[in-house]
């Protein structure tokens, strides 16, 4: 039905069968026409408003009309009030122009039940190019229709259930956020007090040995804070970078020891640890980096190296200096080496003081299942 | 010697303001008020001593430090850091801050921003590392630290 033009002389087909009346029954297309399921008819647009010209029986029993009551009608009295004005316009249109159309179209029958059309027209010219009629046919897919809508509304209801749970759970998380951050918030806050508290006391008191003592517990203190606010800039609150911390930790201690004369080298590969491990590993290396800093050297300068590796699920942490070394003195009795042991022991560390000639070498060796970071996905 | 600061604490915290005066004032320089809401910072500010306020994000009377901030920056004097436990609260431009100093600093991290600070007020650009646990803005990483991009 594409070619707008038939081969045919279209005059054979009208002559051996003139369709408003009841000869040229013999002629097999008429007869296959009139008989087919398919509901069709033929309109004349050379007459005014475009009549109806035939209607098959099939069309009777769709719309539910007689004949001599379509006959010389135009087609519009199919339409009713829910048909949709676009849909009319697009067939008028084409008619206008003599194209063919193909359209749903919500038609009514004779007794005004409504049903969904399969609308196709097509115009049939003769050779010269003459417009003659318009062939239609009707097929009723309501119940095609009928289904689609169902799936369009299914879907329109899935996609609602789905939004809205979407909407439930971006608020619960949006809680959860605010939350977490009120409560980091606090902690910093909280830390920050501690430190505060710690460092306006120690500066009322007279005697050296309490007054160090205050200050090293504001170290550890601010080694936690310290921490706390690296694990909470990261993405991830779950994993704790080991290496960043120690490189503002070390930074932070030897910016203002007031002795320029003690430089540090670093060898740090990025390694992250779980967040819980943060704690006791912070505390570590502040023990074990504040240690070399206050008894390595005497007057003179020196330098500390602080080396992290991971390689094979172990994180490796040395700290070393080029100091006066351990020199016999055990320093086992003094807190900060029951923190460190205690500590490692928590974290199932091997902890190892070497005597390095010059200086001294700590070297902590714990498991570490995590992998290093960077771009693991 | 360059020459010390005066400096405007704008902090809700009793304890934390005292911290930091003794801090300020230990490495030298000089405290000239103390704001505790965003009504007394304006009035300090408009003095005109400072040359440059710490403020908190979070006052008294709520989360107005950047408020202040914007107050400052119309005013055209004293330049303003940031002190704060949240520092995702400060909008992109940082209210032409110059950066924010995290919570909780450490001490010794506290006296490094301000010796840095101190240089870049009196002596811009500063010739010292930009300390740990300090961020410029994006304004002042291009104007103090462009190869830090």
């Given at each position: 039905?594409?070619?707008?033009?038939?081969r045919?002389?279209p005059d054979?087909?009208h002559?051996?069968?003139?369709?408003?009346?009841?000869?040229?029954?013999?002629d097999?297309f008429?007869?296959?026409?009139?008989?087919?399921?398919?509901?069709?008819?033929i309109t004349?647009?050379?007459?005014p408003d475009n009549?109806i010209?035939f209607?098959?029986?099939s069309?009777?029993?769709?719309?539910?009309?007689?004949?001599?009551?379509v006959?010389?009608k135009?087609?519009?009295f199919?339409?009713?009030p829910d048909?949709?004005p676009?849909?009319?316009?697009?067939?008028?249109?084409?008619?206008a122009e003599?194209?063919?159309?193909?359209?749903?179209?919500?038609?009514y029958?004779k007794d005004?039940?409504?049903f969904w059309?399969a609308?196709?027209?097509?115009?049939?010219?003769?050779?010269k190019?003459?417009?003659?009629?318009?062939f239609?046919?009707?097929l009723?897919?309501?119940d095609?229709?009928l289904?689609?809508?169902?799936?369009?509304a299914?879907?329109?209801?899935v996609e609602?259930?789905?939004?809205?749970?979407?909407?439930e759970?971006?608020a619960?998380?949006?809680?959860q956020?605010?939350?977490l951050?009120?409560v980091?918030h606090?902690?910093?806050?909280?830390l920050q007090?501690?430190?505060s508290?710690i460092?306006?006391q120690?500066?009322?008191?007279?005697?050296?040995?309490v007054k160090?003592?205050?200050?090293?517990?504001?170290?550890?203190?601010?080694?936690?804070?310290t921490?706390?606010?690296?694990?909470?800039?990261?993405q991830?609150?779950?994993?704790?970078?080991?290496s960043?911390?120690a490189?503002?930790?070390?930074s932070d201690?030897?910016?203002?020891s007031?002795r320029?004369?003690i430089t540090?080298?670093?060898?740090?590969?990025?390694?992250?640890v779980p967040?819980?491990?943060?704690?006791?590993?912070?505390?570590?290396v502040?023990?074990?980096?504040?240690?070399?800093l206050?008894?390595?050297?005497?007057?003179?300068?020196g330098?500390?190296?602080?080396?992290?590796?991971?390689?094979?699920?172990h994180?490796?942490?040395?700290?070393?200096?080029?100091g006066?070394g351990m020199d016999g003195?055990?320093t086992d009795g003094?807190?900060g080496m029951?923190l460190?042991?205690?500590?490692?022991?928590?974290?199932?560390?091997?902890v190892?003081?070497r005597?390095?000639?010059?200086?001294?070498?700590?070297?902590v060796r714990?498991?570490?299942?995590t992998e290093q970071?960077k771009?693991?996905? | 010697?360059?020459?010390p600061l005066?400096v405007?604490?704008v902090?809700?915290?009793?304890l934390?303001?005292?911290e930091l005066?003794?801090l300020?004032?230990?490495?030298?320089?000089?405290v000239v008020g103390w704001a505790?809401s965003?009504?007394?910072?304006?009035?300090?500010v408009?003095?005109?001593?400072?040359?440059i306020?710490f403020?908190?994000v979070?006052?008294a009377d709520?989360?107005t430090?950047?408020?202040?901030?914007e107050?400052i920056?119309?005013?055209?004097?004293p330049?303003?850091?940031?002190?704060?436990?949240n520092?995702k609260?400060i909008?992109?431009?940082f209210?032409?801050a110059i950066?924010?100093i995290?919570k909780?600093?450490?001490?010794?991290?506290?006296?490094?921003?301000l010796?840095?600070l101190?240089?870049g007020v009196r002596r811009?650009?500063?010739?010292?590392?930009?300390p740990?646990?300090f961020a410029?803005?994006?304004a002042?990483a291009?104007?103090?630290a462009?190869?830090?991009?």
């Open positions: 039905m594409d070619s707008k033009r038939t045919e002389p054979a087909w002559m051996t069968d003139d369709l408003h009346v009841e000869h040229g029954k013999g097999p008429a007869a296959a026409i009139r008989a087919t399921r398919m509901s069709m008819l004349d647009p050379r007459k009549p010209v209607v098959n029986d069309f009777l029993r769709l719309t539910g009309y007689g004949r001599e009551e006959m010389g135009n087609c519009r199919l339409q009713g048909t949709n676009a849909s009319v316009a697009e067939v008028r249109a084409a008619v003599g194209n063919d159309v193909s359209i749903d179209i919500l038609n029958r005004g039940s409504s059309n609308l196709y027209i097509s115009p049939v010219y003769n050779d190019g003459d417009l003659l009629f318009f239609a046919s009707q009723d897919v309501s095609r229709k289904s689609e809508q169902q799936i369009a299914d879907k329109e209801r609602q259930a789905v939004k809205e749970r979407t909407c759970l971006q619960a998380l949006e809680t956020t605010a939350l951050h009120e980091d606090r902690v910093k806050n909280n007090m501690i430190s508290l460092l306006m120690s500066r009322t008191i007279q005697d050296e040995a160090q003592s205050l200050i090293t517990m504001l170290e550890r203190i601010e080694a936690l804070s921490m706390h606010r690296r694990l909470y800039q990261s991830d609150v779950s994993k704790f970078d080991v960043d911390f490189r503002d930790l070390v201690l030897l910016a203002t007031g320029p004369q540090s080298k670093l060898e740090l590969e990025p390694i992250v967040a819980e491990k943060a704690t006791p590993v912070a505390l570590i502040n023990e074990l980096v504040t240690n070399a206050k008894h390595a050297f005497k007057d003179n300068g330098s500390i190296g602080i080396k992290m590796t991971q390689p094979d699920g994180l490796i942490l040395e700290v070393s200096d080029d006066v003195k055990a003094t807190f029951r460190i042991r205690q500590l490692g022991r928590q974290l199932r560390a091997e190892e003081w005597n390095a000639s010059p200086g001294t070498r700590v070297i714990m498991p570490n299942e970071k771009e693991t996905p | 010697m360059i020459e005066k405007l604490i902090e809700d915290e009793a934390l303001a005292m005066e003794c300020i004032e230990d490495a030298g320089h000089h505790m965003s009504d007394e910072a304006k009035a300090l408009d003095t005109g001593q400072a040359d306020a403020v908190d979070h006052l709520g989360p430090g950047v408020d202040v901030a107050h920056r119309q005013s055209g004097r330049m303003v850091v940031f002190m704060t436990a520092p609260r909008p992109d431009n209210a032409g950066g924010v995290s909780p600093y450490t001490m010794n991290g506290l006296m490094s921003a010796h840095y101190q240089e811009p650009p500063p010739a010292s590392v930009l740990a646990g410029l803005s994006p002042f291009s104007a103090w462009p190869s830090a991009g």
